[in-house]
Nanobody, 124 residues
Framework: QVQLVESGGGLVQAGGSLRLSCAAS????????MGWFRQAPGKEREFVAA????????DYADSVKGRFTISRDNAKNMVYLQMNSLKPEDTAVYYC?????????????????WGQGTQVTVSS
């Protein structure tokens, strides 16, 4: 069982940066694949980024490539999403997700555990 708590969301102007954090409980965190997803009002939840348990594999949605970076600190049971050059279309609730496999990608249905989400609002 893994519990996830996101933080770091807020209001930022276009072009600005935010770093989201996801704190995970559970002694087996190191073996979990992690992902970030987002959901804007009236839209489906969409993939943002994913990272394997070993940090050797990462993947990003085309819309955030070159602007966002996912990372993890297994010693601290933390996952991060550094978001730079933010755009108004990045406005959404951002969710951290985990799965007991070594790697999960873009499909939200493959993740078993979810946080409560943190709001990111980018003003133009």
């Amino acid at each position: 069982q893994v519990q996830l708590v996101e933080s770091g969301g807020g209001l930022v102007q276009a072009g600005g940066s935010l770093r989201l954090s996801c704190a995970a409980s559970g002694r087996t965190f190191i073996s979990y694949a992690m992902g970030w997803f987002r959901q804007a009002p009236g839209k489906e939840r969409e993939f943002v980024a994913a990272i394997s348990w070993s940090r050797g594999t990462t993947d990003y949605a085309d819309s955030v490539k070159g602007r966002f970076t996912i990372s993890r600190d297994n010693a601290k049971n933390m996952v991060y999403l550094q978001m730079n050059s933010l755009k108004p279309e990045d406005t959404a609730v951002y969710y951290c997700a985990a799965d007991g496999s070594s790697w999960r990608g873009w499909d939200p249905y493959e993740y078993d555990y979810w946080g409560q989400g943190t709001q990111v609002t980018v003003s133009s």
